[in-house]
């Protein structure tokens, strides 16, 4: 009840009644005459983090190791919407680095990481995400064309990997590559970020080689078919 509620948080009656409205806006409360109880809303939040949760503890260790030996940030996340989601970063030792965080949210098509998150989807998952929303341009070099991202998404998937080449800041650069679950679909994105200048040449390669070799073990420990899938995109592009 809104008596108990308010005993428990030490919280006057008003106060609880306008967070308690938002709670029921959302979904995740419900109300029953006089009490209260968890809604629909919350269970939905349980299960996302759930779902996440095998990705979450299978990426830990990999995502150390290739920050130890390349010396850059290694992020992991995953896709809410047009957004991306970063649900765990572990920073290298360079001394100009991305300054990434966990929860931080990044419009998809302006990242490595979001390319990835939205190169495996269907044109109309695109079209109700992405492209219902205006395309932000948060550099010169950000894709704000869907025509020109559907493009580059079909080399994504033909490659395998994505680059973001200072498309989100300037001086920073990015490879990405996908996290694919026992179902086939892309549950997440891990990717290797520096600054510009470092991610060149050889390093680069380094870096994509490490990200696809990480994420093609995370795939298979969630029981994906590696293999057949990025085949299944390199024809399908």
Not at 9 to 19: E, F, G, I, V, Y
Not at 41 to 48: H, K, M, P, T, W
Not at 69 to 92: C, F, K, M, P, Q
Not at 109 to 126: D, Q
Request: with cysteine.
């Amino acid at each position: 009840t809104l008596a108990q509620l308010s005993a428990i948080t030490r919280q006057d009656k008003a106060t609880l009644l306008r967070h308690l409205d938002v709670f029921l806006d959302a979904r995740l409360v419900e109300r029953h005459g006089d009490t209260y109880s968890l809604g629909l809303g919350a269970f939905a939040l349980g299960a996302s983090y759930l779902a996440q949760h095998d990705v979450y503890t299978i990426s830990r260790a990999p995502m150390k190791e290739l920050a130890e030996r390349l010396g850059e940030t290694i992020s992991l996340a995953i896709r809410d919407g047009s957004e991306v989601v970063y649900i765990e970063v572990v920073h290298g030792q360079s001394e100009i680095g991305v300054q990434s965080s966990v929860g931080v949210r990044q419009p998809a098509h302006t990242s490595a990481l979001g390319k990835v998150l939205l190169a495996w989807l269907t044109p109309e998952e695109r079209e109700a995400s992405v492209y219902i929303h205006p395309m932000v341009r948060l550099t010169s070099h950000t894709i704000t064309s869907p025509a020109e991202l559907e493009a580059h998404l079909e080399e994504v998937r033909h490659d395998g990997y994505a680059m973001d080449n200072e498309e989100r800041a300037e001086g920073i650069r990015c490879v990405a590559t996908p996290i694919f679950d026992r179902t086939g679909r892309v549950t997440a994105a891990l990717s290797v970020s520096g600054a510009s200048f470092r991610m060149v040449g050889e390093h680069l390669e380094d870096s994509r080689v490490g990200c696809m070799t990480a994420t093609r073990l995370m795939s298979m420990r969630l029981g994906a078919n590696v293999e057949a899938l990025m085949r299944a995109g390199s024809e399908q592009a």
